[in-house]
């Protein structure tokens, strides 16, 4: 971990590289995670978001670079995109598994306590494959949790939920951060992004464009406005230098236009 | 590696009517290979010496000849035959495979026959040398000559009986003969009978010659009703030929002990490659093992486990399959340890070729169709006779049929039900080999399995 003046980061990542042979999925990508924050990594299809959150979990390794994450087992929580479960057994039995495989000390305590957290408590005995994909990603983020980490790594958390799924997730979300996990999460939908993060990396053919908050985001695109650029492709319809302007999406659109993506 | 075996056989136990299939189609299919497998069609290759020169078959009877050289060619009717010029030479084609069975004619046959059929003492044998390498082989080589042996017996006892009984009605009635280029008209018994019996009625009553001649009389009488005397001798030569068996490699596995291990091993095979695979490519479907693998479990573990998991369902299925067939077919049971080797080995064998197969296939329906696919040749290839294909065609399918575990562990499986020759102690290396390349071979897949 490093420390930035008086905070101390819970993950930290420098020059990260992943190359699939001569394809570089990521260049030299650094960030630093702190606890409490939420850092949403945002970019186009094929950006590299997942391939980052890969490494940052140890599921894949990196080509060059480094990761620092905290020495504890379970410091960190990985919650892929797909729901990792086994469908043919029970909501608590694949976090039973798993609290066991994680070497939970108590594993049953570990899995009420996340049945309970999730509200899952009255399903825990339905086959996950007969849960609904909300429920499944709730389950899929409770494994996730159950060694209580410090850091937690959300993939497209979101991408298979109704509004109402979304609503009850990021709310979850948001008080685990508030007991002081630093959540680090990727989503294709930026208003999310402007929404639920305290930070956001803008990643765009395996490079990183930006990090800060996402009202920096969009002030460095109305800083850049101060010379003219032709309409990006979210702005169509619309007078170019006005659409961005309280639209976080249309921003983020110019953002990535403005550099080429 | 325990918790995941609990939620594998959790799993499995959710999935009865999959677990049932996959029990029950590979026995049904074991069954149906097993049986076809006993009877093979065809003829077999069999080195063929005769130590008699040619134009030195005949015997002589009586006053006629059998000419029993033109027989061969009924017997290689039944067969493929590899004329040789050496027993040495016969011995070496079906040791080094060229041939399933030699069939060597001695020199001494012709005499042996003259003898038995003349005197009604003599032995004629030929040497039948079977290749015990495959069973079925062996006993396909072994009916083929035995049944035409058979056959060549029972045509040189009739011609023999024709001729037997041909001069025998001549003693009884007599006829003419040919000795030395001029026809000789011999007397027959009933005929010499007649004239002494006129004989007698010209001599006067108390003719001391009368009682001599009764007794010329008496004897003729018990010839003519007594010709059975020549009975032994006919049905000595019923059966003229003894067939010598001589065996390469020691015993061999009974054709029914054969047939069970066929089946019991395509169970093993399948059972355990569509676990093996199943199981681990369901890890990726189900989108577990990237999980799994970021410090819970190595990827070399889980590997283990999914051979574990398959090869003890597939072993413990297997057994009960061969118990159970036992009830039919004698197999030997003081060997169960030897069985519990043989299936335990071939399992992990074809368990590792299953996480191969699960690696490079990924998903549960391709890997399991894989399995399936790669199962049929894999069998057929090893099962292939020898003498069914040519010699290159033979030799590729011998290349193909070592580098999977199918001929080993049929190999090992036919031994431990059995107790004969070729011994278990090579095909369990082999086996044990097999699983470790395929085990390297699947450790190498999971990578593009990881990075998918």
Partial sequence: MTATGERTSTLSARGLTKRYGSRAALRAVSLEAYPRERLAVIGPNGAGKTTLLGLLAGVLEPTEGQILRPSRSGAVGWVPQQPALYSKLSAAENLRLFARLERVADPDAAVNRMLVQTGLAERSDDEVGRLSGGNQQRVNIAIGLLCEPDALLLDEPSASLDPRQRERLWEFIGRLSERGTSVVFSTHNVTEAERYADRVLVLADGELLFTGTPAELERTVESSRTTPARPGPGEAGCRAGQRWRGDFEAAFVRFLHERGH | ?452
Avoid at chain 2, 145 to 170: G, W
Avoid at chain 2, 442 to 447: D, E, G, T, V, Y
Wanted: net charge positive; charged share 15%; with cysteine.
């Fill in chain 2, 1 to 452: 590696m325990r918790w995941l075996l609990v939620k594998d056989l959790q799993i499995l136990r959710r999935s009865p009517l999959l677990v049932g299939l996959l029990i029950a189609y590979p026995i049904a299919i074991a069954l149906m290979i097993g049986f076809a497998l006993s009877s093979p069609p065809g003829k077999p290759r069999v080195a063929f010496y005769t130590q008699v020169a040619p134009g030195r078959g005949r015997i002589s009877f009586g006053s006629q000849h059998i000419n029993i050289s033109r027989y061969a060619s009924q017997l290689f009717q039944s067969i493929q035959p590899i004329k040789v010029k050496s027993r040495a030479e016969a011995i070496a084609k079906v040791r080094d495979g060229q041939a399933s069975a030699a069939l060597i004619v001695p020199r001494d046959i012709v005499s042996q026959i003259q003898s038995l059929v003349t005197q009604g003492v003599g032995n004629p044998t030929v040497q039948l040398i079977l290749n015990t390498r495959d069973p079925l082989e062996r006993q396909f080589a072994d009916q083929a000559i035995s049944a035409r042996l058979n056959q060549v017996e029972q045509a040189v006892s009739k011609q023999v009986l024709r001729v037997a009984v041909s001069d025998l009605h001549e003693v009884l009635s007599g006829g003419n003969v040919q000795i030395l280029g001029r026809t000789v008209r011999l007397l027959g018994l009933r005929d010499s009978r007649t004239i002494i019996r006129g004989a007698i009625a010209s001599l006067p009553a108390r003719s001391p010659l009368r009682v001599a001649l009764r007794q010329v009389v008496g004897f003729a009488d018990l010839a003519i009703e007594g010709l059975g005397f020549a009975s032994p001798v006919l049905s000595s030569i019923g059966t003229p030929l003894t067939v010598q068996q001589t065996e390469l490699h020691g015993a061999t596995t009974p054709t029914d002990a054969y047939a069970v291990a066929i089946a019991v091993v395509v169970s093993l095979m399948f059972v355990t490659l569509l676990l093996a695979s199943g199981m681990l490519a369901l890890e990726r479907s189900e989108n577990a093992y990237s999980r799994l693998v970021r410090g819970l479990v190595s990827p070399g573990r889980l590997l283990s486990e999914k051979v574990v998991l398959a090869a003890g369902c597939a072993g413990l299925t297997t057994l009960v399959l061969a118990a159970a067939v036992s009830a039919f077919v004698h197999l030997d049971w003081s060997r169960f340890e030897l069985w519990l080797l043989a299936l335990g080995f071939g399992a992990l064998a074809f368990g590792a070729l299953g996480v191969a197969i699960g690696g490079l296939a990924r998903e549960v329906s391709a890997a399991s169709l894989f399995a399936f696919l790669a199962s049929l040749p894999i069998a057929f290839v090893a099962l292939v006779p020898g003498d069914a294909v040519s010699g290159g065609v033979r030799a590729v399918l011998d290349v193909v049929a070592f580098v999977f575990p199918f001929r080993a562990a049929l190999q090992a499986a036919s031994n431990a039900f059995s107790g004969t020759a070729p011994g278990i102690g090579w095909p369990l290396v082999h086996l044990v080999g097999l699983a470790v390349v395929f085990a390297v071979l699947a450790r190498l897949s999971m990578r593009r399995f990881a990075a998918a």
